[in-house]
């Protein structure tokens, strides 16, 4: 696509439910990134895609988190037994970095959690 | 520790004066550095970008930025705000160490202009 796109835009769910979120990412691009922001705060990175491998998690808070990304395209982020305390902005980015030289990343609008 | 500073939380400007929002950074080697702005609803919108060069650099939207290795800073300027540029601003940086050249932001600033 045109840009990169993020669903839902908006989730409000319960304390204890499992929530999808999903990214198409610009078409062609290798890369792929989660990152969460919350209120009031900068971006943080959580976990990053090169194709369909997953090459570093270490953003990931705990293993309630996970992401895939199974055909190197669209990814979903999946957050498990949700918590108040992942209520933020989940953005999603991609880029054509390869491995080398500077990366430059184009950001979709967001997810925005709230957990009740 | 690595890290990247924006000193100024929230900056009030009058429409038709001066912006300048400052960015430090701490790591060992000069990093790349980005400005986003993100307005309400929207996703983060790069500005600009130093990766080596000319230390000042140029930007959509008018804004211009520069880079002062001395002071381990990257300092984004406008000459005369519009009052569609109040939003929130983060400065980033990549390493160009870490596997992935993933960025690191800084806590944003947000802009208010006033008519």
């Known amino acids: 696509g045109a840009g990169v796109s993020q669903s839902p835009r908006y989730k409000v769910t319960k304390r204890g439910q499992d929530v999808a979120l999903r990214c198409d990412p610009i078409?062609?691009?290798?890369?792929l990134y989660w990152y969460r922001q919350a209120l009031g705060q900068g971006p943080e990175f959580l976990t990053y895609f090169n194709y369909e491998a997953q090459q570093d998690k270490s953003g990931l808070p705990n293993d309630r988190f996970s992401a895939e990304r199974p055909e190197g395209s669209i990814s979903t982020l999946t957050i498990q037994r949700t918590e108040q305390r992942d209520s933020a902005m989940y953005r999603c980015?991609?880029?054509?970095?390869?491995?080398?030289?500077?990366?430059?990343?184009?950001f979709g609008a967001g997810s925005r959690l709230t957990v009740l | 520790a690595q890290s990247v500073t924006q000193p100024d939380i929230h900056i009030t400007v009058s429409e038709g004066a001066s912006l300048e929002l400052r960015c430090n950074y701490s790591?060992?080697?000069?990093?790349?550095l980005f400005w986003y702005v993100q307005s309400p609803g929207q996703g983060l919108q790069l500005l600009l970008k130093y990766f080596s060069g000319d230390t000042l650099v140029q930007g959509i939207k008018g804004f211009e930025a520069e880079f002062k290795r001395s002071q381990s800073s990257f300092n984004l300027r406008k000459p005369s705000v519009h009052w569609s540029d109040a939003a929130e601003y983060f400065c980033a940086v990549d390493p160009q160490k870490a596997a992935g050249n993933k960025l690191t932001f800084g806590g944003g600033t947000r802009v208010l202009v006033k008519p």
């Open positions: 980015a991609s880029s054509n970095w390869t491995g080398s030289g500077a990366n430059v990343l184009t």
């Open positions: 078409s062609g691009h290798v890369s």
């Open positions: 790591y060992g080697a000069t990093p790349y």
